[in-house]
Structures are given as C-alpha cells and as structure tokens.
C-alpha cells in the first residue's frame, strides 16, 4: 500500500468514527401535559402527570397552574400507553425553555401545555394546536402527545 492511500484511508476512518450523532432527545423525570380549551362549558382540561412510573389524570374542569391532580394513579396499561413521552422528549424544547409558539387558544382552537421537570429544573410550554405554528423540531412530539391524550 502506498503512502498516499494510507493516508487517505486514515483521513476517512478518523472521518468516520469521529462524526457523533447529535442527541435530540433528553429524559424528562416528571411531565405533566394536556389540552385545554377557554372557551367551552363542562370539562374543558385534560392533563395527565408522568411522575415515579405512574401517570395520573387531572382534577381540573378547566387549566390552572399550578396544575391539580389526582392522588389515585392510573391503571398500568395507561401508564404504557404515554410513558414514551418521558424518553422522547425533545432536546429543542429544553433549549427553549418557558416560551409559548404560536398563539394557544386564541381563536378557541384550543391550547397544548407541557411542563417537565428535568435534572431538578422545571419548564414549561404554550402550544398552538395549529401544526404550521409550532416548530419543525417538535412536531412529531406534539402530535404523539396529543394521540395519546386522546387515547387516555
């Protein structure tokens, strides 16, 4: 082997195993999240808490924070059903802490909330419902959330 094809193959291989795939999820230790909507009569919130492997839903008729919730868990298959959100929880909202995108329930098109407690540091998030106002990176998040809010 030559020299310059040593030398070519070693560039590439420094290359290639040097790259790392950016993380775009973190674990959340606790995560509360639902939708609610101002302007309706009854039951107007629905959330759910993720906390110590269990979820519970809501006592709320309409959103408040802090938000309230039921001191009985869930039953196990409902827990299965939304713990992922735990995992796939994406990095792009953590780096956009406390911030509201798009414009949540201001044509009574409802409003998406998520608060999530990560390493001791609790955030928060005001979700548009309408996908074209929320950002690229959270879009498969936010619709997996809300399939599962819908199936609990």
């Not at 290639?16 to 107007?44: D, I, M, Q």
């Not at 868990?73 to 406390?98: G, I, R």
């Amino acid at each position: 082997m030559t020299m310059k094809k040593a030398i070519i193959i070693a560039a590439i291989s420094l290359f290639l195993f040097s790259c790392k795939k950016e993380n775009t999820t973190v674990t959340v230790n606790r995560l509360a999240f639902g939708v609610s909507y101002g302007f309706c009569v009854g039951n107007c919130a629905k959330f759910f808490l993720l906390n110590n492997d269990n979820l519970f839903a809501d006592s709320m008729d309409r959103f408040t924070t802090p938000l309230l919730f039921k001191n009985t868990a869930l039953a196990q298959d409902k827990y299965n059903l939304a713990k992922e959100l735990l995992t796939t929880f994406p990095k792009y909202l953590t780096l956009h802490s406390n911030e509201t995108f798009g414009c949540p329930d201001c044509v009574d098109q409802g409003a998406i909330y998520i608060e999530a407690t990560i390493n001791g540091t609790t955030s928060y998030w005001k979700i548009d419902t309408d996908t074209g106002k929320q950002p690229d990176a959270v879009k498969a998040y936010i619709n997996n959330l809300t399939t599962i809010v819908s199936q609990l």
